[in-house]
């Protein structure tokens, strides 16, 4: 199935953007800890639409969303 032009734009977004309004959280968010600051958080969705699956990280070395495909 092709990307909705939604899931296409979200994977532009930065850190602080917010899921587009068919994303939806898939399951509890993962934290990892390290020495403060360091710690950061993964959260996964999926689009009711297209079925893409994102994950929004908060690690500053990882990509804001990242968008699965396979």
């Known amino acids: 199935m092709e990307t909705c032009n939604l899931c296409q734009e979200q994977t532009k977004k930065t850190r602080r ?12 968010p993962r934290v ?3 020495a403060s600051p360091r710690g950061y958080e ?3 969705y999926k689009c009711l639409d297209c079925d893409s699956k ?7 070395n990882d990509l804001a969303w990242t968008l699965w495909q396979g």
Do not use: C, I, R
């Open 54 to 60: 994102f994950t929004q990280s908060t690690g500053k």
């Open 42 to 44: 993964e959260q996964d």
């Open 32 to 34: 990892f800890t390290g």
């Open 17 to 28: 953007g917010k899921p587009h309004k068919d994303l939806v959280k898939v399951n509890e």
